[in-house]
């Protein structure tokens, strides 16, 4: 199981960064088809297809994970297969009723303008059927990553991105003669066209699954539908507040920064592009830096279950301290590295120097944000779902001060609202901690965090001289990416020769693990 935990770790990390890959590509070629406008339109019914979404899986897919987790540790094959059923036709019934529900609702919610552009209608009814084929998919995705197996989600993800952008691509140019509400809605004729494709995916490793399970085993009583319901819905919905809590605070953002940039002295237009910089430059890059703490999160869900079950203590403790070893080997030397690096960083991905300061600031909350989504895995794998959303909600509390107290004082001004970012997550992952400790009896050794920092921070003051050096030669496409490349064999080599990294979690890393 151990080596399932890594190896699946690695594969969601590696089809993240393709998938995020073919996006950004694919966000390039369609922003040149359709320009502004024509973005703007399909971008119109995504907030209602969204929110549609999260109504149909609503946290199913991680409950799931956790329950037939439950039942593989057991042996209770049959019983995994139940849930599974139960749960698919909970997921199907949902998604099939919202689905149609937005493909003849898409004209009321034009004519009551609650979508202004009107021009959205295609693309509200192109993306009704997607409601339908992603909701089911996150259903196979939760059984199969529930028996620890990943690359199923992965190569999945893999298609479903090839196949909507195909599509999504070649629908807008062939319908774009037509005018821009036809190629808007051809555009989001991607989403269902990649979630069929990975449906078809999930089915083969579905049925590859069923074929290879044993006849034989312990018999358990058949668990009743009413119960297997209460319990789906029981982890589902405090993982499904935890998932609500991003966006109610991104909104809290939105009413807030804005203008207390306006008393700290900024013009409306100022503080407009500021919070830009922040929310739309800053934060995304963070995210980046975390894909692999967040596939680690994924595959922790189910294999912590499974030690759960079992009441294997021993197993949970190593799997939850090499989780944090490798999250800090991860994020901490990415946090310096962004920090020094902002400017040529935010300079080459966005043209744009002014977000320098704020990307900065919040890249310090990299480290915190890797092990937020660790440490909120965890809990989850312990069946305890109610506490990261718990601790979130008193994040929340100290972000909303930080960003009413430090974005009003002209000399924090966007930066006052990164250091809210970083409190909001630090506060959440620090309250995670304690509870870890209190379940497991695992707490952080201070030499690890030492070793992380110390490493990093040798890293940093030699990337710093290094890039001003090479920029002068040879520009800032080239110096960027030798300096971060120079930079990770640094910190490496340090965290080798200090013991700060053993030949265990150096192997389980992606990429450079199989050189140990």
Same mark, same amino acid.
Request: hydrophobic letters at 55%.
């Given at each position: 199981?151990?080596?399932?935990?890594?190896?699946?770790?690695?594969?969601?990390?590696?089809?993240?960064?393709?998938?995020?890959?073919?996006?950004?590509?694919?966000?390039?070629?369609?922003?040149?088809?359709?320009?502004?406008?024509?973005?703007?339109?399909?971008?119109?019914?995504?907030?209602? *297809?969204?929110?549609? =979404?999260?109504?149909?899986?609503?946290?199913? !897919?991680? $409950?799931? %994970?956790? @329950?037939?987790?439950?039942? +593989?540790?057991?042996?209770?094959?049959?019983?995994?297969?139940?849930?599974?059923?139960?749960?698919?036709?909970?997921?199907?019934?949902?998604?099939?009723?919202?689905?149609?529900?937005?493909?003849?609702?898409?004209?009321?919610?034009?004519?009551?303008?609650?979508?202004?552009?009107?021009?959205?209608?295609?693309?509200?009814?192109?993306?009704?059927?997607?409601?339908?084929?992603?909701?089911?998919?996150?259903? *196979?995705?939760?059984? =199969?990553?529930?028996?620890?197996?990943?690359? !199923?989600? $992965?190569? %999945?993800? @893999?298609?479903?991105?090839? +196949?909507?952008?195909?599509?999504?691509?070649?629908?807008?140019?062939?319908?774009?003669?037509?005018?821009?509400?036809?190629?808007?809605?051809?555009?989001?004729?991607?989403?269902?066209?990649?979630?069929?494709?990975?449906?078809?995916?999930?089915?083969?490793?579905?049925?590859?699954?069923?074929?290879?399970?044993?006849?034989?085993?312990?018999?358990?009583?058949?668990?009743?539908?009413?119960?297997?319901?209460?319990?789906?819905?029981? =982890?589902?919905?405090?993982?499904?507040?935890?998932?609500?809590?991003?966006?109610?605070?991104?909104?809290?953002?939105?009413?807030?920064?804005?203008?207390?940039?306006?008393?700290?002295?900024?013009?409306?237009?100022?503080?407009?592009?500021?919070?830009?910089?922040?929310?739309?430059?800053?934060?995304?890059?963070?995210?980046?830096?975390?894909?692999?703490?967040?596939?680690?999160?994924?595959?922790?869900?189910?294999?912590?279950?499974?030690?759960?079950?079992?009441?294997?203590?021993?197993?949970?403790?190593?799997?939850?301290?090499?989780?944090?070893?490798?999250?800090?080997?991860?994020?901490?030397?990415?946090?310096?590295?962004?920090?020094?690096?902002?400017?040529?960083?935010?300079?080459?991905?966005?043209?744009?120097?002014?977000?320098?300061?704020?990307?900065?600031?919040?890249?310090?909350?990299?480290?915190?944000?890797?092990?937020?989504?660790?440490?909120?895995?965890?809990?989850?794998?312990?069946?305890?779902?109610?506490?990261?959303?718990?601790?979130?909600?008193?994040?929340?509390?100290?972000?909303?001060?930080?960003?009413?107290?430090?974005?009003?004082?002209?000399?924090?001004?966007?930066?006052?609202?990164?250091?809210?970012?970083?409190?909001?997550?630090?506060?959440?992952?620090?309250?995670?901690?304690?509870?870890?400790?209190?379940?497991?009896?695992?707490?952080?050794?201070?030499?690890?965090?030492?070793?992380?920092?110390?490493?990093?921070?040798?890293?940093?003051?030699?990337?710093?001289?290094?890039?001003?050096?090479?920029?002068?030669?040879?520009?800032?496409?080239?110096?960027?990416?030798?300096?971060?490349?120079?930079?990770?064999?640094?910190?490496?080599?340090?965290?080798?020769?200090?013991?700060?990294?053993?030949?265990?979690?150096?192997?389980?890393?992606?990429?450079?693990?199989?050189?140990?």
């Amino acid at each position: 199981m151990a080596n399932k935990f890594v190896s699946g770790t690695l594969i969601l990390t590696l089809s993240g960064f393709v998938v995020k890959a073919i996006g950004s590509i694919n966000w390039i070629i369609l922003s040149r088809i359709l320009g502004g406008e024509g973005i703007g339109i399909y971008q119109m019914a995504f907030p209602i *297809y969204l929110l549609a =979404l999260d109504v149909s899986s609503a946290g199913l !897919p991680i $409950a799931i %994970s956790i @329950i037939t987790a439950e039942k +593989v540790a057991k042996q209770d094959y049959l019983g995994a297969q139940r849930i599974f059923r139960v749960s698919l036709s909970m997921l199907c019934t949902t998604a099939l009723f919202l689905s149609i529900l937005m493909f003849f609702g898409a004209e009321f919610l034009i004519d009551e303008q609650i979508i202004r552009e009107s021009r959205a209608y295609y693309s509200l009814i192109a993306l009704a059927p997607a409601i339908f084929f992603t909701t089911v998919i996150a259903g *196979y995705r939760g059984y =199969l990553q529930g028996w620890q197996q990943m690359t !199923p989600t $992965a190569l %999945s993800q @893999i298609v479903e991105q090839l +196949v909507r952008v195909v599509v999504m691509l070649g629908f807008a140019a062939l319908l774009l003669p037509y005018g821009l509400d036809y190629a808007a809605g051809g555009a989001s004729l991607g989403a269902g066209a990649g979630g069929l494709a990975a449906w078809l995916v999930l089915i083969y490793y579905y049925y590859k699954l069923k074929r290879s399970l044993p006849s034989d085993g312990p018999v358990y009583p058949k668990e009743d539908i009413r119960h297997i319901l209460k319990r789906l819905v029981v =982890l589902a919905v405090p993982i499904s507040l935890s998932s609500i809590m991003l966006p109610v605070v991104s909104n809290l953002d939105l009413l807030i920064v804005p203008r207390r940039l306006e008393v700290a002295g900024y013009a409306t237009a100022q503080a407009t592009e500021l919070f830009g910089y922040l929310t739309g430059m800053s934060v995304p890059l963070i995210n980046l830096a975390t894909i692999l703490t967040a596939a680690m999160a994924m595959s922790l869900v189910p294999a912590i279950s499974h030690s759960f079950t079992l009441k294997n203590f021993d197993e949970i403790y190593e799997r939850t301290a090499s989780a944090m070893r490798i999250s800090f080997l991860v994020t901490i030397p990415f946090s310096v590295m962004l920090y020094v690096m902002a400017e040529p960083v935010v300079t080459f991905i966005y043209n744009a120097p002014a977000a320098t300061d704020a990307t900065r600031a919040v890249a310090i909350a990299i480290c915190f944000l890797g092990l937020h989504q660790i440490t909120t895995a965890i809990l989850q794998g312990l069946k305890k779902p109610k506490i990261p959303v718990i601790n979130m909600a008193v994040a929340c509390v100290a972000k909303v001060a930080c960003n009413w107290f430090l974005v009003a004082i002209p000399s924090f001004g966007i930066t006052g609202a990164s250091y809210a970012t970083v409190a909001d997550i630090g506060v959440a992952a620090a309250l995670n901690l304690f509870f870890i400790y209190r379940y497991t009896g695992y707490i952080i050794h201070a030499n690890i965090i030492v070793k992380n920092v110390v490493s990093a921070a040798i890293m940093g003051v030699i990337m710093y001289f290094v890039y001003n050096f090479l920029y002068l030669h040879i520009g800032l496409f080239l110096s960027l990416f030798l300096t971060c490349l120079l930079g990770s064999a640094i910190y490496i080599g340090l965290m080798a020769l200090t013991g700060g990294v053993t030949r265990e979690d150096a192997a389980k890393m992606p990429f450079i693990g199989r050189f140990f």
